[in-house]
Nanobody, 115 residues
Framework: QVHLEESGGGLVQPGGSLRLSCAASGSIFSIGTMAWYRQAPGQQRELVASITSHSDTNYADSVKGRFTISRDDARKTSDLQMNNLKVEDTAVYYC?????????WGRGTQVTVSS
């Protein structure tokens, strides 16, 4: 079992920045791919960014150049640095990792971008 917990969400003005963090815990030696998803009201949950155990990254087109995903294997964390935030980025952001084909999710952290 893997427990994921997000932190760092909040209210920010357009153009501002936030740094989200996901902490993984459980009876595991290492984490494979870690990912950040988001879900806005009335929208489907969508993949924002992912990072493999070898630190290969992938980003949604909508956030390329603005968001950066990273990981710290010693701390078992994944961060999502979000710069130049837009109103359209408003959503609940979820940390995700697979384990034996089963998707594990954090409870989410709210990011609200508003003037």
């Amino acid at each position: 079992q893997v427990h994921l917990e997000e932190s760092g969400g909040g209210l920010v003005q357009p153009g501002g920045s936030l740094r989200l963090s996901c902490a993984a815990s459980g009876s595991i030696f290492s984490i494979g791919t870690m990912a950040w998803y988001r879900q806005a009201p009335g929208q489907q949950r969508e993949l924002v960014a992912s990072i493999t155990s070898h630190s290969d990254t992938n980003y949604a087109d909508s956030v390329k150049g603005r968001f950066t995903i990273s990981r710290d294997d010693a701390r078992k964390t994944s961060d999502l640095q979000m710069n130049n935030l837009k109103v359209e980025d408003t959503a609940v952001y979820y940390c995700n990792t697979p384990l034996w084909g089963l998707q594990y999710w954090g409870r989410g952290t709210q990011v609200t971008v508003s003037s």
